[in-house]
């Protein structure tokens, strides 16, 4: 059995480390958990207990094969960090999903690293990449094609047959109409209905979605 790290030691990860009791508690899936930060001030304490081992320098020298979920809601950080774990070939990156999201397992392609939290529904026919982040209640309808590292905050609504890119950041509570097509690197702010296809790289606020000159 392998051993699970879990980095980013911030608020979310204790949300994270609280979905892999749960699916620990269903059945053992690892050995120990630990978790990693580049932060030294955080390093050797513990979070629900469970110890900030080392910065992530460390999972590079171990030469056993690890299991690495990465609990870091910032998209670039988390590219950043998932560019220099790949250098390592012992690391292995799981998804993580809920028992208690509803994903239709039988008509899912999903890449790995992805964190799946609670009462996400990933309807069917979904094309899924890797390391993206659905946070709570958050629901992708029929037929979406989903690139990686994306971040869909809790609620967030994304209607059927929509295609989103790499590295987008969902605000809480974001809405996209049917048949879209989202680019790369934007950012939709909370509460913001995407009524258009998107290009790449913007900022997006409201209902109907306005870009924001920032
Ligand atoms: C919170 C949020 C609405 C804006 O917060 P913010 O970054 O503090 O934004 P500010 O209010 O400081 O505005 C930033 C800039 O945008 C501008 N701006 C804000 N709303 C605007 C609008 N409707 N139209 C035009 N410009 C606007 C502001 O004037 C400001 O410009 P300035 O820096 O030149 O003064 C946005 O960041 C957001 O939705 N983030 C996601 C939050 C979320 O989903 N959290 C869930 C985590 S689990």
């Not at 630990?34 to 513990?46: A, C, L, M, V």
């Not at 950012?187 to 000159?213: C, E």
Request: a negative charge; glycine letters at 8%; one cysteine or more.
């Amino acid at each position: 059995m392998k051993d699970l790290y879990l980095i980013g030691a911030g608020g979310f990860s204790t949300e994270i480390l609280h979905l892999v009791e749960i699916i620990q508690k269903e059945k053992k899936q690892w050995n120990q958990v630990f978790f990693i930060d580049d932060n030294p001030q955080i390093q050797n304490t513990e979070l629900r207990g469970v110890k900030v081992l080392a910065g992530s320098d460390f999972l590079m020298t171990i030469d056993s094969e690890i299991d690495i979920v990465i609990t870091i809601n910032n998209v670039n950080t988390r590219e950043i960090i998932i560019n220099k774990l790949k250098e390592n070939n012992k690391v292995c990156f799981p998804n993580l999903f809920s028992p208690h999201a509803i994903v239709d397992y039988d008509y899912i392609k999903i890449g790995e690293g992805n964190i799946v939290m609670h009462h996400v529904i990933l309807s069917t026919n979904l094309e899924i990449g890797s390391f993206n982040i659905f946070n709570s209640y958050t629901g992708i309808g029929h037929d979406c094609k989903i690139g990686d590292i994306n971040s869909f905050g809790p609620r967030v609504a994304i209607s059927g047959a929509v295609t989103i890119g790499d590295k987008n950041d969902f605000g809480v509570n974001s809405i996209v109409l049917q048949n879209k097509n989202i680019g790369n690197n934007n950012n939709i702010w909370m509460n913001t209905s995407i009524m258009r296809n998107l290009k790449d790289g913007n900022t997006y606020f409201g209902i109907p979605a306005k870009k924001i000159n920032l």
